[in-house]
């Protein structure tokens, strides 16, 4: 019983990995190139990839770190090796 519920689990895991892997070619085959440059380095300006979020208005602030995390996201599925990207998303990296 314990053998097989290992079993199952690793297959999750492995489906949860081939998942992640493979939305990661995604953003890198759509972010790549060109045009992708010019839409990447808006998204960095608008998003604020290279600047302090803060704000003393609490919801102003709030707007602009939702967007940093969309910065982030992408960013990560650019730039991150799998294994690390892997490592996020199963909570052993923040």
């Given at each position: 019983?314990?053998?097989?519920?290992?079993q199952?689990l690793t297959e999750?895991i492995?489906?949860?990995?081939r998942?992640l892997?493979?939305r990661?070619y995604?953003y890198q085959t759509?972010?790549?190139?060109?045009l992708?440059d010019?839409?990447?380095r808006?998204l960095?300006?608008?998003?604020?990839?290279?600047q302090?979020t803060?704000?003393?208005?609490d919801?102003?602030?709030a707007m602009?770190?939702g967007?940093?995390?969309?910065?982030?996201?992408?960013?990560?599925?650019?730039?991150?090796?799998?294994d690390?990207?892997?490592a996020i998303?199963d909570?052993?990296?923040?």
């Amino acid at each position: 019983m314990y053998d097989a519920s290992r079993q199952a689990l690793t297959e999750v895991i492995e489906q949860a990995k081939r998942w992640l892997f493979r939305r990661q070619y995604v953003y890198q085959t759509t972010f790549r190139g060109p045009l992708a440059d010019e839409v990447l380095r808006d998204l960095a300006r608008f998003c604020r990839a290279n600047q302090s979020t803060f704000h003393v208005d609490d919801r102003a602030h709030a707007m602009a770190e939702g967007r940093r995390e969309v910065w982030l996201r992408i960013a990560n599925h650019l730039n991150l090796p799998p294994d690390r990207l892997w490592a996020i998303y199963d909570g052993r990296e923040g």
